[in-house]
């Protein structure tokens, strides 16, 4: 295994690179998103979901929260912060999104609950390991990614409200 500051550099270009164009899950993550007003992206890589809605029509208000290498875009708001420790404000938000995000998080449960207070629903998609760049990543970084099934398991068990949209290969979930 690499050391984790390179490998951590390494998963991050991979996520910059347009993956979004070929994901079912980003098509999927749009139509329900698209209504919102406004969308908060947990995680968002490098915004793929945005361009992903922006090619749907979305005239919403977006915002990026990702730690590591944040998108610079004139057309949307990013915040640099860790997804475990919120920095926005509680129920200001309509609608978030966790886009093969909540993997990379030790507690998953404990960061929902968080962002519940902040957001009205969240929507959390994973994808399974058939992408290239999920797959290498995850031999970069030596994760360790929970299964699909066992990641959906821990947040319906949690106590949370949850309604199952999609479960399969990838799974998609809405917490309210």
Known sequence: ????RLS????????LLPWHLISEEHRY??????????VVDIGCGGAGLFKVLKDMGFSGEYICVELYIPPRDPEFHTVNADASNPPLRDRC????????SLFYIGSPVEVLRSWVRICESILVIDLDTKYPHIWITDKFEGIGRKTL??????I???GLSVKILKRGTWYAIKIS
């Open 156 to 158: 319906i068990d949690s």
């Open 8 to 15: 951590s550099k390494i998963s991050r270009i991979l996520y």
């Open 149 to 154: 099934s066992k990641l959906i398991d821990e």
């Open 1 to 4: 295994m690499l050391g984790r």
């Open 29 to 38: 993550a749009s139509k329900i998103l698209s209504e919102c007003d406004l």
């Open 93 to 100: 938000y309509s609608c978030c999104a966790f886009i093969d």
